[in-house]
């Protein structure tokens, strides 16, 4: 089968990529940057970006699978070109924003498949990698705020496997992690992950906001990862088996993440 895979260089899509890869399938990645990352199995690179799909629609041609993120700059004339293309199945990855690409696609005859994933594992590097590493403390302003988070990994497996088999046209899967976890119980994994304490600091609700903004946020991305963490929505804790149903295995859990990246924080 043939695939083109947005985002191959991110969190999903890079593993998404290895495992299409090991199957001998073929392959084809869009990356802003195509001298960034190599990758082995039969994968051609084109240069392109979500913001502008003209510049790379004559891509689709012969690709039975495509995997989509959706994002706030996406071009949605992407869904038109896939369907001139025919493209058999678009599998999407969304961030839980009703983005016009998403409406696009749902206006459209194209089979799709949606997914939405709760928080990643992965994002604990952007708030702790650092502090862990050269302090050994990780800061938090709320730390028993419930969350079901999800490894990357088990994400790329579902996208794996509703690319790779019918039966998933037209439906929307929700995924989570195997447990619920809280940033106390997270910084606990990693401790025992690394071999040394790491000091659990609470912070203030104006401490966090002013070290997201150093980190890149947004005013509208602190006010939600502060609410959300605050007073977090049932969805974002209630584990669902949707992972084990999907790939045949339990969700990875946040002890296993932790070890796998225990390197990352020393």
């Known amino acids: 089968m043939n695939f083109l895979i947005t985002g ?29 990352m190599a990758f082995s199995g039969n994968v ?4 392109g970006d979500l913001s502008n799909a ?3 629609k004559d ?15 996406g071009d949605p004339a992407i869904i038109q070109y896939a369907a001139e293309a025919n493209v058999k ?55 028993d705020a419930k969350g079901a988070l999800i490894h990357e990994a088990d994400i790329a497996e ?29 910084i606990q994994s990693i401790a025992e992950a690394i071999h040394r304490p790491v000091q659990m600091v609470i912070q203030t609700e104006e401490e966090a906001r002013a070290e997201y903004a150093g980190l890149g946020f947004s005013d509208a991305l602190i006010d939600y990862a502060i609410e959300s963490n605050k007073h977090p929505e049932p969805y974002m804790y209630t584990v669902l088996p949707t992972v084990l149903e999907l790939t045949g295995h339990p969700a990875r859990s946040f002890e296993q993440w932790a070890r796998e990246h225990a390197t990352d924080f020393i």
């Open 54 to 56: 003209f510049a790379w």
């Open 158 to 186: 579902v996208a794996e496997v509703v690319l790779c088999n019918a039966g998933h046209e037209k439906k929307s899967y929700y995924l989570t992690g195997a447990e619920i976890s809280t940033p106390r119980l997270r």
């Open 44 to 47: 051609t690179k084109v240069q």
């Open 89 to 143: 199945h678009i599998v999407a990855l969304s961030d839980g924003t009703r983005y016009p690409t998403e409406e696009a696609l749902y206006q459209s005859k194209l089979n799709w498949t949606m997914l939405f994933p709760v928080e990643f594992m992965k994002n604990t590097l952007i708030f702790w990698q650092e502090s862990i590493r050269t302090q050994h403390i990780a800061r938090t302003p709320f730390p």
């Open 8 to 36: 191959a260089t991110g969190t999903v899509g890079n593993i998404l990529v290895n495992n299409l890869s090991q199957k001998q399938e073929n392959i084809v990645v869009l990356m802003r940057n195509p001298n960034k």
């Open 59 to 73: 891509s689709l041609k012969e690709i039975d699978g495509l995997f989509l993120l959706l994002t706030p700059d």
